[in-house]
């Protein structure tokens, strides 16, 4: 399949994109495919898949380091501590950079091309990578929070698949009050005592709809996936998923624990009829545990586009559980007021800087067009 082929698959609002980045395989390494200004620049990519896993591991860490200096239950930093990890981020994130493209080309080809706001579209089959967090900003004591493409640019990601159906319809979703469907582990302390008010206030407010799926038992777990596959059907114009990601049992299977003891795997959407009949939105805003897969977000998000969502936002790495309900509040704002999703990404990117100089919205992902939104 050549390049113009490969172009077409994602369906995007292109008028809205300023640079296009397409990856594919090229024998045991890559070949990116750049535009800008209308321009199609041919890169090869001096990494093999065991690279990429090394830099994407090693950005992993380095956020998780940045995490670990916020004290969740004073809101305090060991400031220090915290200094000496978003410089190490940094170096990180801007290494990777340089591993992934060159410092030449980027400066010829991408920097100068694009504007804040700049919405960049990636797609790739087998090369994943946290685009948010690469740097390009100045190195030492000092980081510019705007060096990262994700505090700058609006970045959306598709993954090449055959099947994705809601990502043929219109960006638009009209409606005055959205329906929203709620998946919650309410064993997780702050998805019970901000989250689900956060969403509860706003159906208060009548600013949404608000549906829950009920209990489970994981000792009745045909009928579990059954009343799953009933919800996943409703009518519903967002679905938000906060619960946990982890690995099952001892294999290295991904699942979602969304309810106490009760878990998901994608061959149960394969197998139990989990089809988003109405092609919601999908907020996956899903705390890790134990072990983290950096593919995982990547994996689900092919998934949900699989099953009809018309496009994911997920949490990619490791994010706190007061954090990550911190972040669904400043998002809800920003996308009820009308804000596209790539814009209401950035926007609540960006405020939760400003409040708690917290950078960890970058380990949100987009996969979805970034002109999204709700109209009345």
């Given amino acids: 399949m050549g390049l113009e082929q490969r172009a077409r698959l994602p369906f995007f609002d292109d008028f809205a994109v300023q640079a296009q980045i397409r990856i594919q395989p090229a024998g045991r390494e890559y070949v990116a495919y750049i535009q800008t200004q209308g321009t199609w620049h041919r890169v090869r990519v001096g990494l093999q898949p065991h690279d990429a896993e090394r830099l994407r591991t090693g950005l992993q860490q380095a956020l998780m380091e940045v995490s670990a200096c916020f004290d969740d239950a004073t809101g305090g930093t060991d400031s220090a501590a915290y200094a000496r990890a978003l410089s190490d981020l940094a170096h990180k994130s801007n290494a990777a950079l340089q591993g992934i493209f060159g410092e030449d080309m980027l400066r010829g080809i991408m920097s100068e091309a694009l504007q804040p706001e700049a919405v960049v579209q990636v797609t790739s089959e087998d090369f994943f990578m946290p685009w948010d967090l690469l740097y390009d900003g100045p190195l030492g004591d000092h980081v510019d929070i705007s060096g990262f493409w994700g505090m700058r640019y609006i970045i959306s990601r598709a ?14 979703i009209t409606s005055p009050r959205p329906r929203v469907g709620l998946v919650a582990s309410d064993y997780l302390s702050h998805v019970v005592t901000r989250e689900i008010p956060a969403l509860n206030r706003l159906r208060r407010q009548k600013r949404i709809y608000l549906s829950s799926l009920g209990p489970l038992a994981s000792d009745q777990r ?70 983290v897969n950096s593919l995982w977000a990547a994996d689900w998000a092919a998934v949900f586009w699989q099953h009809g969502a018309r496009g994911i936002l997920t949490a990619e790495f490791l994010v706190p559980d007061g954090f990550a309900a ?40 987009l996969y979805s067009s970034p002109s999204i939104r709700i109209a009345p």
Wanted: charge should be negative; include cysteine.
């Fill in 159 to 172: 993954v090449v698949q055959p099947h994705r159906p809601g990502d043929l319809l219109s960006p638009l």
């Fill in 222 to 291: 045909d009928q579990g996936l059954d009343q799953i596959a009933r919800f996943w059907r409703r009518n519903l114009q967002i679905v938000h998923l906060a619960c946990e990601m982890r690995e099952r049992g001892s294999s290295s299977q991904p699942c979602l624990r969304v309810s106490e003891d009760f878990d998901i795997v994608a061959e149960d959407f394969r197998t139990g009829g989990f089809d988003l009949k109405h092609h919601p939105f999908a907020i996956l805003n899903a705390r890790f545990a134990g072990a």
């Fill in 326 to 365: 911190a972040f669904a509040e400043t998002f809800y704002e920003h996308l009820l007021s009308g804000e596209p999703v790539g814009k209401a990404l950035l926007a609540s990117r960006h405020d939760l800087w400003a409040e708690q100089g917290n950078p960890l919205g970058l380990g949100y992902a």
